[in-house]
């Protein structure tokens, strides 16, 4: 990743969407990449990678207060293609989500698939993660860990649900309703702990969180539901004497910069690595 | 490819750009992939790999009469990335497109990369591979089979000059000036005789060629180089009254629907797969 981080081509890979102002609106656009055994189990259901694929687009979307316009796939042919495209429809329908295009190869070894996804702000200035400002309210829709014990549940087959994981859910209504109001919006891919300290960073502020406040689906193992990614809920900051339309839980507030971009019940978290999922 | 062919789902994934109409203007998108053994050499600098991962999306841009507005991209990480990356600036500062996003992962195996190129039309209607008409001239820009060679002195390292193959320049200029006037366009990525037969199966005409019309990069191998993709020219339909404001080698008619969607000096090609490239 250093290369990529340290050359100016590269700055624009985020994991950030891009807002494009266009024709007197403002276009959001987003591209994530699925890769078989770095976010695909070898056991999973083709229709379930390409619901995947299409929904932590969509959730990019999401973040942005966008409503979609429609999503391009890159696909690599092979086996379970019927269902992957069984996937594909059931999704795109559920979200009422035209495929715009896209591009078909036939390439060896470990397949990879991508999708662009596009939407239009539904309220502007359109929310980023750099918009926390010091005594703003943190709040986290959903509950987080659900995806961890789905991807248990699929790895081990032990006949628990696996849904959480396998067709994550975009928060598209959620996050149209809070962009009017959030300071700062993002969603959770990579885990709470990770994510929101990419939200102090880019807004120069602390997010101090309170565990026991943080609704996760396995108390017991609540520092692991916190940096569990693929949940996709949304992680958002709002004016203190505002109350969020949709429902959410309170889970700290944003104070200003300590000894790093996040804290957990007054404990400043610094190494990066231990705080979730980190991708390349 | 059939499973991709025959499933609703999958009618979005074909070659042409897609056209959305949006904000009182028309985008247009597209999304191409290159595969490491299937449209890269083993031996090709990462950096002409990045220059044609953008100039084929932008191709793509310019048959459709588009300006860039910009790229998102899809990486996978691997050896060569500093040299990856040279050649993205590189391309992008040639075209002013600004990369606006994209993804990295770390994955297994032969790598791939994706490109999303989103433009704006500088003229409506957008020009398709469905508008030629009875009547109307075809014509080419540059010549054909340029490609071919380089790709052939860079496999064979026999010291040729290989820039036609490894840094295809898209005709974004040429594009947007024949975007007013042509009937039917689009990019020859697969060579002329497969893409030529495309256009005439989606206008429902045929398209009748002169092949000693054609221009090409070697006589000898004239219907090699009529087969042979990666060109990136334009091919497109001219109302007989008019001429092309760009330079461009009129190549044959459009006529009545015949025993193929195309024919070469009065003979009728059917065997798709003899005529150009036939991705998945």
Redesign the interface.
Known sequence: ?R??AT????????????V?Q????A?V?????L?????VLPEQDPADIAWKLVAVNLSDLAAKGAEP??V??????GAG??RF??G??EV?AEYGV?????????????R?W?C?A?G?ATHRPVPSRSGARVGDHIFVTGTLGKALLGFEALRDRNGADHTAYSRPRPRLAEGQALAVEATAMMDISDGLLLDGWRMGEASGVTLALDAQAIPVAEPNRRRECLSWGDDYELLFTFPPDRQPPVPAHRIGAVVAKGGSAISLDGEFLTSKHSLGYV??
Chains 1, 2 share one sequence.
């Open positions: 990743m290369a990529l050359n100016p081509a590269a700055r624009g890979l985020s994991d950030d969407a891009a494009l266009f024709g007197g609106e276009l656009l987003t591209h994530d990449v890769a078989e055994g770095v976010h316009l429609g391009l796939l890159g696909h690599t042919l293609d019927e495209l069984a594909l429809g795109l035209p495929l715009l295009g896209g591009d078909t190869i036939a390439a060896q070894g470990p990879s991508g662009t596009i239009r991708h390349g």
